[in-house]
């Protein structure tokens, strides 16, 4: 099933592990700051640092006023992509990527898969370019294939994340990694079992696409699922002026969010199974 539990419930136990290490910091440092250092508080910085922060030249994090505000919206030419970096005088500077006439809300495109949106924005761009199925190899498949690789002398598989595009190749080291826990050195010989892998990984959903469907369907989102989301729709709706007058029943923002990230997703994980099978190599293919 869908990564985007486990990833939130680790990203839980690293945000309560960092309150107590920085309690404990703050009782041997400063406990006159202790008043003030409440969870909710603590909880609150954190969001704030982690949704407002700019990387500017893709290695410093910086507060940028204003630029932190500009909403995401994927541009026609899927290699022009947001960056920003120091200027002459210090101030950090961003290119517009269209012309913007005045009074216009100025966009961004950010240039990242939906995972990476839902996960830390809360939002999906419909028809992504950049999408892709994030893939968490289970340690025990990592270690299998460390132990092949050692009783072969050869460099060890160090890499357990990977995202999988349908219209671009699998990536060789997952390839590797698979085809070595069934004993093989051809990386050919990983699709079979990846494809097996993904189509669990599908199963092991708790709802269907049919039933994500139909919730999609009676919150008058279908339609716009299958059009261009625009960057106005942080909570999965077209427009915020088309959900609040949306007739029918209306999914909470929140549950639309997640009912709209799991279908999308399970219609990738589709098309990624779809990519691999054709990939299988056949008998005729071992002659």
């Not at 699709?191 to 139909?214: C, I, K, M, V, W």
Request: proline residues 5%.
């Amino acid at each position: 099933g869908t990564s985007a539990l486990g990833h939130a419930l680790a990203e839980q136990a690293r945000e309560h592990e960092e309150f107590r290490s920085l309690r404990q910091f703050l009782e041997a440092e400063d406990s006159a700051a202790l008043q003030w250092f409440t969870f909710k508080n603590y909880r609150w910085a954190r969001v704030v640092r982690d949704s407002r922060t700019i990387w500017i030249g893709g290695r410093d994090r910086h507060f940028v006023p204003l630029l932190d505000m500009v909403n995401c919206r994927h541009h026609d030419d899927p290699a022009r992509i947001h960056s920003t970096h120091f200027g002459r005088n210090g101030a950090a500077e961003t290119a517009a990527l269209w012309d913007f006439a005045e009074g216009v809300e100025v966009f961004e495109n950010y240039g990242q898969p939906n995972h990476l949106y839902y996960k830390f924005h809360g939002f999906l761009i419909a028809r992504n370019t950049y999408d892709c199925f994030p893939v968490e190899l289970p340690p025990s498949t990592v270690s299998k294939a460390n132990v092949w690789a050692q009783r072969r002398g050869i460099r060890p598989f160090d890499r357990s994340s990977f995202c999988l595009d349908p219209s671009k190749p699998i990536s060789d080291e997952l390839l590797r990694t698979v085809a070595a826990v069934a004993d093989s050195a051809r990386p050919a010989d990983g699709y079979g079992p990846l494809a097996s892998f993904l189509e669990e990984l599908l199963q092991g959903y708790s709802h269907n696409s049919t039933a994500d469907r139909e919730l999609l369907q009676e919150s008058r989102l279908l339609d716009a699922f299958h059009g261009n989301l625009s960057a106005s729709s942080f909570d999965g709706c077209a427009s915020q002026e088309g959900c609040a007058h949306s007739q029918g029943p209306s999914l909470p923002p929140g549950l639309r969010a997640a009912v709209w990230y799991r279908y999308s997703e399970k219609r990738l994980l589709r098309r990624v199974i779809d990519s691999v099978r054709r990939l299988v190599p056949t008998a005729r293919d071992e002659l």
